[in-house]
């Protein structure tokens, strides 16, 4: 497997012992479908293939990663005619979407009305790299619980919360930011949130941190002293708004390359703007 996720054929069939196969015609289903769909998904969602084919490969584990390695579970707050996820169309074909823990997969990203839903499971395919708006505005969702987050990949993050009024529940402990450069509205108008964990992002990468939290007007405490910021320039309004935030740990934040920190605590009470003055130094408030 070389970088870039691009698949060599001739390696792949001699992975798969698939240069013994005489058929043509399932060599032409499996290298032939369609140009934008990698040989292994086909694969790997095929089970009648699969089959067919009697595949037994050590390697499977190491490509299966990189199809579906991403699964993230929602549950719902309310059921009406509604989106519960943004799917940009180009994408379309590389989110697998299952309702309350059906085997078949839905071929949509929104609720039809009255109908009776209460989880949703959506497996996400290696060829995105970008969660922009992902769940933004999709005010149903109760929780989002990210079950399995085995990528480098993703790069932007920015808006991925944003606008999820009804959000509840927010796990992350399987999140992997380590190559996200923007984070821009990650969270804004999470406005029921109460807690976050955020102790294992990597923002070594991250450039844009503006309006990250904005609005957060439930979070009461918030850890982010394991935040790298050395390459930040854009903290505008990460924290406005947060009106209940009592505690925020920022002690090890670096603003050297900072160009832009407008009205970064606006909103917030005086009350935790003077403890972050007074317990960071380095911290600039303008």
Do not use: W
Request: include cysteine; proline fraction near 0%.
């Amino acid at each position: 497997m070389n970088s870039g996720n691009t698949f060599n054929k001739e390696k792949i069939k001699q992975k798969l012992g698939l240069e013994k196969i005489k058929n043509n015609f399932i060599l032409k289903k499996i290298f032939g479908y369609v140009k934008k769909i990698k040989y292994m998904e086909i694969i790997k969602y095929n089970k009648k293939l699969q089959k067919r084919l009697n595949l037994s490969f050590d390697g499977y584990q190491e490509y299966s990663q990189l199809y579906s390695s991403i699964i993230v579970e929602l549950k719902l707050v309310d059921n009406k005619y509604i989106r519960f996820i943004n799917i940009p169309y180009t994408k379309k074909e590389y989110y697998h979407i299952y309702f309350d823990n059906s085997k078949e997969e839905i071929k949509r990203n929104y609720l039809n009305e009255n109908e009776k839903v209460k989880i949703i499971k959506i497996k996400i395919d290696h060829q995105v790299t970008s969660f922009q708006k992902l769940f933004s505005y999709c005010d149903i969702i109760n929780s989002i619980i990210f079950k399995k987050f085995s990528r480098n990949n993703i790069t932007d993050m920015s808006y991925m919360f944003s606008g999820c009024s009804s959000l509840k529940e927010l796990t992350l402990s399987n999140f992997n930011t380590n190559n996200v450069t923007n984070m821009s509205g990650m969270f804004s108008g999470c406005s029921l949130l109460t807690k976050l964990n955020a102790s294992k992002f990597n923002t070594y990468n991250v450039t844009d941190m503006s309006h990250m939290f904005s609005g957060c007007s439930s979070l009461k405490e918030l850890n982010l002293s394991k935040f790298n910021t050395n390459n930040v320039i854009n903290m505008s309004y990460m924290f406005s708004y947060c009106s209940s935030l009592k505690q925020l740990i920022i002690s090890n934040f670096n603003m050297n390359n900072v160009n832009h920190i407008f009205f970064m605590f606006d909103g917030c009470s005086n009350e935790l703007i003077e403890k972050i003055k007074e317990q960071n130094k380095n911290i600039k408030i303008e």
